[in-house]
């Protein structure tokens, strides 16, 4: 499956974005979905993640109550809607999906991903 992100930008601290993970290849509706970042200098960082229906989800700490990961399985896209953006949440942003309909907060759980979007959060 190829997965491409959107929808980074710069935001001010407080301020809002939503990514989105567009799908093609193969059929998103049976498959997880999960959003990672990294930041400069640091490791690739698990954020969300959602089972194949979306009536699963998973959030780092670092994100819970901010973040809300959501899918639309007709349209093949799946999303990431950020709230309260921190400058700490300044990074690259990837959507990666599984072969399996169930995720996990690993990275190597991962089959597909996508090339990432920036998001950047000024003080």
């Known amino acids: 499956v190829q997965l491409q992100a959107s929808g980074g930008g710069l935001v001010q601290a407080g301020g809002s974005l939503r990514l989105s993970c567009a799908a093609s290849g193969r059929t998103f509706s049976n498959i997880a979905m999960g959003w990672f970042r990294q930041a400069p200098g640091k490791e690739r960082e698990f954020v969300a993640a959602c089972n194949w229906s979306g009536d699963s989800s998973h959030y780092a700490d670092s994100v819970k109550g901010r973040f809300t990961i959501s899918r639309d399985n007709a349209d093949n896209k799946g999303y990431l809607q950020m709230n309260s953006l921190k400058p700490e949440d300044t990074a690259v942003y990837y959507c990666?999906?599984?072969?399996?309909?169930?995720?996990?907060?690993?990275?190597?759980?991962?089959?597909?991903w996508g090339q990432g979007t920036q998001v950047t959060v000024s003080s």
């Open positions: 990666a999906a599984p072969k399996s309909g169930y995720y996990s907060a690993a990275a190597y759980w991962y089959d597909y």
